[in-house]
């Protein structure tokens, strides 16, 4: 059966500092990766995503990047945070089953604090 | 205009109960929908995904008006474990996954 691993779970980052979230799929190859953010009580932002190895979208203009390395690895990374990027960081996998498309299944997620 | 509408809530009904939500979405080359459940603090999970001839799953039912572009989710009979957050999810093409807000619902006894 597929897994995803995410982690670190929590996370506290002083402003300036630099970022790595890492996040594995077991089970499955060539999966589509994503990252999202949700920040307190909003929903879930797309970021990134990926559908194969060294081929990264992004969807919103940011202080992060992401890499696709191995084809069941995505990394999600700053070099500087800020206190906006203060949130719960979601990384999540999927594969196209047909045209309906296919259910993302998520990690558990890292929350991350910049202070 | 966000690509993913829903009304926040939250929703506060009594067990029993039943409640709708509904969501619109903006993009026509839409192809795939889904509800989506988070519990507090949670990772969201697929509650169902969204046909057009419309779905059910026990309790809960889901239909799809492209026309008008929006999708709904029906719960009938609201259990307390039903309290949670409901995510209206869009893919457009094959990878985009849009997720909306999110509509946040309490069942009281």
């Known amino acids: 059966s597929q897994t995803i691993h995410q982690w670190p779970a929590t996370l506290v980052q002083p402003v300036g500092s630099p970022l790595s979230l890492e996040c594995t799929v077991e089970?499955?190859?060539?999966?589509?990766l994503y990252w999202y953010r949700q920040a307190a009580g909003r929903g879930l932002q797309l970021l990134f995503y990926?559908?194969?190895?060294?081929?990264i979208s992004s969807e919103v203009p940011q202080n992060l990047s992401a890499s696709r390395p191995q084809d069941r690895q995505f990394i999600l990374s700053s070099k500087k945070l800020l206190l906006s990027d203060s949130g719960f960081y979601l990384c999540?996998?999927?594969?196209?089953?047909?045209?309906?498309?296919?259910?993302?299944?998520f990690g558990q997620g890292t929350r991350l604090t910049v202070v | 205009r966000k690509e993913v509408e829903q009304d926040p809530g939250p929703f506060n009904v009594p067990e029993g109960a039943t409640v709708a939500f509904n969501c619109t979405y903006s993009?026509?080359?839409?192809?795939?929908f889904f509800w989506y459940r988070q519990d507090c603090r949670k990772e969201p999970k697929l509650l169902m995904s969204?046909?057009?001839s419309g779905n059910e799953d026990g309790r809960f039912t889901a239909q799809l008006n492209r026309a008008s572009q929006y999708i709904s989710l029906l719960i009938r009979d609201s259990k307390l474990s039903d309290s949670a957050t409901y995510l209206c999810?869009?893919?457009?093409?094959?990878?985009?996954?849009?997720f909306g807000a999110g509509t946040r619902l309490f069942v009281k006894a």
């Open positions: 990926s559908v194969g190895i060294g081929q």
């Open positions: 969204v046909y057009s």
């Open positions: 999810v869009v893919r457009v093409g094959g990878f985009k996954t849009i």
């Open positions: 999540a996998w999927s594969v196209l089953f047909d045209r309906r498309g296919a259910e993302a299944f």
């Open positions: 993009n026509s080359a839409s192809q795939s």
């Open positions: 089970g499955t190859s060539n999966p589509n």
